[in-house]
T-cell receptor, first 118, second 120 residues
Framework: AQKITQTQPGMFVQEKEAVTLDCTYDTSDPSYGLFWYKQPSSGEMIFLIYQGSYDQQNATEGRYSLNFQKARKSANLVISASQLGDSAMYFCAMRGQYNYNQGGKLIFGQGTELSVKP | GAVVSQHPSRVICKSGTSVKIECRSLDFQATTMFWYRQFPKQSLMLMATSNEGSKATYEQGVEKDKFLINHASLTLSTLTVTSAHPEDSSFYIC????????????????FGDGTRLSIL
């Protein structure tokens, strides 16, 4: 069975500081992908970053980076230089190898609500 | 720009009404689409996987007769909430992936903007 766990229901960060959102996962699939999405209060899901299980380097996309520790089964999102517009729900998600037979469906974590203080 | 379009964005209707929500893939063919339901401050719960030209695959606990899914073309999937009641009020959101199951591994799911359904 696959599982994604986000243990921080809510986080606060001061504007311009960095923040780490935690994500741990569990899967028996030999190959998998990890995704982070941002969901503002308006509801749309915005793709942020992807990490493949066999990628040698941690993924980075602008101010977003992923701290991938495969042995610990963690894929934490790091947001540098936080901005007020970063306030939103953040979801970690996983797609396992065998999910490809199901159209590539994602398993989501519970989410973390990030609030950026001015 | 958006690659998945969802309509309508908001619906308010009386109890007993059936409501249809459309999900369209723009500029790509989606043999598979996904329908999620989300309650406030909670995660996305996968309801069903919509397969073009065949029956949808429903997750455990989701009523097939309540939530009808039709995927009649490669760019359109519809979710119909039949005889909706107040407990069906929720945020419904669809997604699709370019390339479907055989797309590039780093290809994310692209989501529509969601539909807020309120049943009075």
């Amino acid at each position: 069975a696959q599982k994604i766990t986000q243990t921080q229901p809510g986080m606060f960060v001061q504007e311009k500081e960095a923040v780490t959102l935690d994500c741990t996962y569990d899967t028996s699939d030999p190959s998998y992908g990890l995704f982070w999405y941002k969901q503002p209060s308006s509801g749309e899901m915005i793709f942020l970053i992807y990490q493949g299980s066999y990628d040698q380097q941690n993924a980075t996309e602008g101010r977003y980076s992923l701290n991938f520790q495969k042995a610990r089964k963690s894929a934490n999102l790091v947001i540098s230089a936080s901005q007020l517009g970063d306030s939103a729900m953040y979801f970690c998600a996983m797609r396992g190898q065998y999910n490809y037979n199901q159209g590539g469906k994602l398993i989501f974590g519970q989410g973390t609500e990030l609030s950026v203080k001015p | 720009g958006a690659v998945v379009s969802q309509h309508p964005s908001r619906v308010i209707c009386k109890s007993g009404t059936s409501v249809k929500i459309e999900c369209r893939s723009l500029d790509f063919q989606a043999t598979t689409m996904f329908w999620y339901r989300q309650f406030p401050k909670q995660s996305l719960m996968l309801m069903a996987t919509s397969n073009e030209g065949s029956k949808a695959t429903y997750e455990q606990g989701v009523e097939k007769d309540k939530f009808l899914i039709n995927h009649a073309s490669l760019t359109l999937s519809t979710l119909t909430v039949t005889s909706a009641h107040p407990e069906d009020s929720s945020f419904y959101i669809c997604s699709a992936r370019i390339g479907g199951a055989f797309g590039l591994r780093n290809q994310p799911q692209h989501f529509g903007d969601g539909t807020r359904l309120s049943i009075l």
